[in-house]
Structures are given as C-alpha cells and as structure tokens.
C-alpha cells in the first residue's frame, strides 16, 4: 500500500502519553504533604518499593535509542547484539553484590559523596566535575551534552519519515520532562517512567504483532533471518579488534555497563532510594528481567525489519536517510490503516527520551546540590535546599532544551565529542572498584590511577574518532535491492552500495591506526577501568597504602555477602521500620530515647517476641 502519513488520531494518543505523564507530576507535588526536605525531592524519602524502581531503572537505561537504534543495528549487523543478555546478567550481579551494598549501607545521596569519605575531597571533586560534563558512555549517562542528542536525534528520525513535528516535539517533550522533574522530584520520575515503560512495550508489541500477521507467522521471519545470515549468534573469535563477538560483548560490554549502572548517579540515585536493602537488590533482580524483555522485543523488532525488507532496502533504495528511520519507516508501512497505532509507536519513542531525560535531571540537580552547594553553604535550611532543587531541575531542563537546539546545529561536531567522553565511564568505574575493593588504596594511588586512565582512554578515543575502523571489522551483512521496483532515477547508485556507507578517505593511515585505535568501542571502558586499578594499586602500594587505617563501612566485606542468606525477611523489614527516619542510627543508641539501646526499647514493645523472633 501507499506509505501513510500521520493522522488526527496520532497526535491524540501522543498528546495523552505527554499528560499522563504531567498528571503524575502534579500528583507527586502535593501527594503526602509535598517535598518538604531535598531528601524527599532527591531520593523520595528513601521509601520506594522494589517493583516501580526497578521498572524506572529499565525506563532510564531504555532511551529512544534502544526503540530506534537496536532493531535497526540487528537489522544490518545481525542477532549477535542479542548475547548482551549474557552482560546484562553480569552487570545486574556487580552492581548488587559489589557496589550496592556499600552506597547503601552509607546511605549517601550521591555516589560521588563516597570518594570524599573513602579518598578525600579533591577526587570527590574531580568526580562531580567529570560527572556534569558527561559521565558514562553510552546513552543513560546523565549529561547535559547527551541529553540535547537524545531529545534531538529521535525527534530528527521520526520528522523525516512521518513528518511529526520536529520542534513542538523537541520543545514538548522539554517542557513536560523539566515539568514533572520540577514538581515532583524522584517520585515523580520513577511513576512516571512505570509508566512510560508500558508505552514502550505496547509500542514495540503493536510493531511485531502486526509484522508477524503481515509476514504470516513468526516461523516464516525467522526462516528468512536464518537464510540472510541474520542469526549470527556464536561468533568466538577473541579478536579484540572485531566490533562484536562473543568476547567483546561479555567482556568488554560488561565493564562499559557497569559504569553506568553500578556507579552512575541517575541509576545509584534510584536503588538508594529504596525501603530497604532486600528491596534495593530486588529492584535490580526484577530490572535484569525488564532488560531482557526490552532487548527480545527489539531483537524481534530487527528481525521483522529484515523479513519484510530482504528483497529491498529502504536505505539503499534511498527510502530513509539513516538507520535510525528503519523502524518508523515499518511502523507507517505496516500500520498506516490502523489510525492511532503510529502514534502509539511515536510516543513509546518518544517515552525512551522522557525516562531518560527525566532521570538526568533528577541526577544532576542531586550531583549540583549534595557536591557542590551542601558542602560549601553549611547555613541553608532543608526548606530551603528543597526550593534550591527544584530550580536546579528548572535550569537543567532549559540546558537541555538548549542542547537539543546545539545538537541540531553540530549534530556530527558532538556526536564525536560525545564518544570520546565516554571513555570516562572506564577510569571512574576503577576509581570506586578500588575504594570498594582495596582495603590498601590511597588517595594518592587512585588519583594518579584515574589520571592514568583518562589519558590512555582519551587517546584511543581521539584516535578511533579520527581514523574509524575499516568495514571488516566492523562486518555489516549483505542488504539487497533485488527487489525494488525503482521508478526514480537510475540503479547505479546499488551497485557498489559500501563506497556510500563507509567514504574512506584515503588518509595515510598510521600504524597504529588499524591495531590500537581500532579496538572495539566496548573495550575503551575495559581499558581505562584495568589501568586505574592496576596503576592505583601499584602506586597505593608505594606511598605506604598499607599502613593507612580505614573503616570496614567503606568496603566490600565478607559480612556484605554474606547477610544475603542470613536475615529472615521479615526481620529486615522490621529494623528498616524502627530506622528510616534518620538514615543511620548508631547501634548503641535508642531510637526513642537515647538512654537505652533500641534493642531494649524493641523488647519492652513487644513482649511476645524474644530478639525479634516470635514465640
């Protein structure tokens, strides 16, 4: 049939995503008495469940680009992006065992906070700077920079295939995010993201539904992926220099995702924030699962893509003009009779960039006052600390709305500057894997370690900006337009279809060019992360690192692990009760009066338990 356009009904279904999401924040502004300390407004009073954390986790980590970008990179390099379920699951682990446990029981309100307790405050500063420039690498990172790409590139794809609105999208979607980030707080940007997810899976199911009704089965899409190569899934060879196989995914892809999710402030802001710490590592665990729903649907996604289009690419057919316009290009194609469903698919996009957005600013006005206005402004009363985050969450939304207009205009320029700041996520992520698991580390050690890091990862990083990787090994699959009936122009524009992907230049390629600086883009985080800890022990070591005197309460201890099987549930349901409304309570003092330990106090209130265990 004739390519839709979109209707009426489109802009009905994306303007109600849009609302909801304001209403929540309404609701969250004046739910339970408002926000009255920026502990409410930052962490949501640390009392949130494990399921809705865990869904907003997965929201966050989701951006558009996982809607728009994943089935198109499966559609063109195949299914071996799916062995990334392997990381995630590796990912979900460290992050529970190794680093939650310390932020929790230090109950900080950010990450960065722990660098000044466990080092000292000059690289609690080196980290906040670092952070508010561009923290982790990939697109959940929660950077003024990368948020202006978010907002941007999807609202760019979606415009030029759908002729949706390019800025009353990009402005809308501002507005509405810095909206509900403003009023609410925490609260608000994680219902709002539980919301948000259902969006993005009924977006991407209405897409597969349809596809596998259009192609007649879901046995003829894998047929057809099978036949065009599509399955690639065991590819061992170890070469690190390859983009994807096997080794580069789990290795490399598990220390690149570490750093955004076991020490990045948007995605430690949130767990934090739980009840207790068996609902915080739940909220993790329940995530995993959401991660690997996410990536089936995309992973299917890809594959319909291919089934429908084998014979004829729209990219090469001159259809769209990048990857990313592959799926809402499907999306009008297939379900351009069924009024409202694009629009469905438009704001599960679109839902991407809210979670993200959202959570970004929540972040970054939490990294602005807790590191760099708490410590300096000792008078400021909590009243007043909470009004001083909700403006913080005003100026970064108009920043953001800001850089979205800069992407347009550098869109390349920063896309660039981008991947090179995404080394950082390495160094910082050795920087905490030494505080947390070198009980001999120094300050001096891990300064000189993440200095190490970061040149080493910005020099690999310049290097594969300026020289890309050759075609090989990246390794794109064979696309066809066999079957396109062309009326427009001639057809030599197919023939030789990789001279218009890959332009080479012919630069004098250095030698380095084609061994160091064509290193998989996943290992960049390995290798600054493996730097700073080995450099920061080394070094740690020489400046006497052994005979320093720390606090076990800064690290990774035996107990940490082994409190998992121990405490009946309900136990630690029932300290977290006594406790929570102060963050920490030393144990020898009652929580009612200070006089008596509250062990005492719990025995006097409840005569029928002996220590907590009923008789």
């Known amino acids: 049939g004739s390519m839709g356009s979109f209707t009426v009904w489109d802009y009905v279904v994306f303007a109600a995503m849009l609302l909801i999401s304001a209403i929540i924040g309404i609701y969250y502004a004046f739910a339970g008495g408002g926000q009255k300390t920026s502990k409410d407004f930052l962490m949501g009073g640390r009392s949130m469940n494990a399921l809705p954390v865990a869904l907003s986790l997965t929201a966050s ?36 065992e190794i680093f939650l446990p310390v932020f929790y029981k230090l109950g900080i309100t ?61 402005v809308a979607t501002g507005v509405v995010c810095t909206f509900y980030c403003t009023l609410g707080g925490l609260k608000a940007v994680v219902w709002t993201d539980v919301f948000q997810v259902g969006i993005m ?81 739940m909220s ?27 014979d004829c690419d729209p990219w090469m057919a001159k259809q769209v003009t990048a990857f990313d316009q592959l799926m809402p290009y ?75 207009a800069l ?35 120094n300050g001096i050690g891990a300064f000189v370690g993440l200095v190490s890091g970061f040149v080493i990862s910005l020099w690999v990083g310049i290097g594969s900006q300026i020289y890309p990787p050759l075609p090989e090994r990246t390794k794109p699959l064979y696309l066809s337009t066999a079957g396109c009936n062309i009326s427009s122009g001639n057809l030599t524009s197919t023939a030789i279809p990789l001279t218009t992907v890959f332009n080479t230049p012919t630069v004098d390629r250095p030698a380095l060019a084609d061994s160091w600086y064509s290193l998989s883009y996943l ?17 740690s070591l020489l400046t006497g690192g052994l005979k320093q005197n720390i606090d076990h309460k800064f690290l990774l201890t035996k107990e940490d ?5 121990s405490q009946p549930k309900s136990e630690t349901v029932k300290k977290v009760e006594v406790l929570n409304w102060k963050p920490f309570t030393m144990a020898d003092e009652g929580t009612d009066n200070p006089a008596f330990s509250h062990i005492e106090m719990d025995v006097a209130s409840n005569q029928n338990k002996v220590n907590g265990l009923h008789i």
Not at 130 to 142: D, H, M, N, R, V
Not at 346 to 369: D, F, Q, R
Not at 407 to 431: E, H, W
Not at 561 to 565: E, G, Y
């Open 330 to 404: 499907l999306v009008l194609d297939i379900l351009h009779d069924f009024p409202g469903v694009p629009g469905l698919f438009v704001a599960s996009a679109y839902s991407g960039t809210l979670s993200t957005v959202s959570s970004s600013i929540n972040a970054l006005a939490a990294v602005t006052v807790e590191d760099l206005i708490r410590p300096y402004f000792k008078s400021l009363s909590e009243k007043k600390l909470s009004w001083i985050s909700m403006g913080m969450s005003l100026f970064y939304g108009g920043v953001c709305i800001a850089m979205a």
């Open 561 to 565: 692990f082994l409190s998992n099987f």
């Open 523 to 539: 290992y960049f985080s390995t290798l600054g992360t493996l730097i700073t800890v080995v450099v920061g022990i080394i070094i």
């Open 201 to 281: 899976v009924a977006g991407f199911s209405s897409v597969i539904i349809r596809a596998v009704v259009v192609q007649e089965g879901i046995g003829r899409i894998v047929n057809d992926s099978y036949y065009g190569g599509r399955l690639n899934f065991w590819d061992f060879d170890p070469n690190p220099l390859l983009r994807h196989t096997f080794w580069t995914i789990v290795i490399g892809g598990t220390f690149t995702w570490t750093g955004i999710y076991g020490v990045n402030q948007s995605q430690v802001q949130r767990y934090i924030a739980c009840k207790s710490r068996f609902h915080a590592k």
């Open 110 to 170: 950010s990450t960065y906070e722990y660098l000044e307790l466990r080092f000292n405050k000059y690289l609690r500063l080196c980290g906040t700077i670092l952070f508010i420039i561009q923290t982790a690498s990939k697109p959940q990172s929660c950077s003024t920079l990368y948020t202006g790409i978010v907002i941007y590139a999807p609202a760019l794809a979606l415009n030029q295939v759908t002729g949706f609105n390019l800025w009353g999208a990009v």
């Open 61 to 96: 980590f989701m951006s558009a680009v996982t809607v728009l970008g994943t089935p198109a990179e499966i559609y063109h390099y195949g299914a071996i992006f799916c062995i990334f379920a392997i990381t995630y699951g590796l990912v979900v682990l460290c992050s529970a």
């Open 407 to 441: 992407a347009s205009v550098l869109g390349a320029l920063l896309q660039a500057a981008l991947s090179i700041f995404g080394m950082v996520g390495g160094p910082l992520l050795g920087l905490f894997a030494l505080g947390i698991l070198c009980s001999f580390a």
């Open 284 to 310: 993790l665990y329940i995530n995993l699962v959401g991660l690997w729903a996410i990536l089936a649907c995309a992973t299917l996604c890809g594959l319909a893509l291919y089934s429908i289009y084998k």
